[in-house]
C-alpha cells in the first residue's frame, strides 16, 4: 500500500517561512512526479509547484520566486519550502505522486492535507 505522509505547516505571519515535507512510505517504490497541490476553503484545488523524477520544476505563477521544490528520490520525498508567505497563501496543502513501480503500485496518490495559516 502506498501513505504519503506529509509534516510541517501550521501557523506564520506574513512575510515568514514554511516548509512542507511529504514521504512515500510503504515500500520501495519508483516515482515519475511528484508535487503540491493546495485547496482554500470554496475553491477548487490548484496546483502549486511540480517536480519531475529528473528534478525539474514548474510554479503556479503565484508562487514563482517564493516557493521552492525540491525531492529525494532515495527517501521518495518532497518538499516545498515556502518564503515570504502571503495571507492567500492559506490553504490545505496536498502532497501529490505519480507512482510508476512496482506494477502492483501504479498510479496517482495523495496525502491527507496538512493546513498552512498565513496571517496579515
Known amino acids: 500500500q502506498v501513505q504519503l505522509v506529509e509534516s510541517g505547516g501550521g501557523l506564520v505571519q506574513a512575510g515568514g517561512s514554511l516548509r512542507v515535507s511529504c514521504t512515500a512510505s510503504?515500500?520501495?517504490?519508483?516515482?515519475?512526479?511528484m508535487g503540491w497541490y493546495r485547496q482554500a476553503p470554496g475553491n477548487q484545488r490548484d496546483v502549486v509547484a511540480t517536480?519531475?523524477?529528473?528534478?525539474?520544476?514548474n510554479y503556479a505563477d503565484s508562487v514563482k520566486g517564493r516557493f521552492t521544490i525540491s525531492r529525494d528520490n532515495v527517501k521518495n520525498t518532497v518538499l516545498l519550502q515556502m518564503n515570504s508567505l502571503k495571507p492567500e497563501d492559506t490553504a490545505v496543502y496536498y502532497c501529490?505522486?505519480?507512482?510508476?513501480?512496482?506494477?502492483?503500485?501504479?498510479?496517482?496518490?495523495w496525502g491527507q492535507g496538512t493546513q498552512v495559516t498565513v496571517s496579515s
Open positions: 501529490y505522486a505519480n507512482v510508476r513501480a512496482p506494477l502492483w503500485a501504479r498510479g496517482d496518490y
Open positions: 510503504g515500500s520501495s517504490f519508483s516515482i515519475a512526479a
Open positions: 517536480i519531475s523524477g529528473s528534478s525539474n520544476a
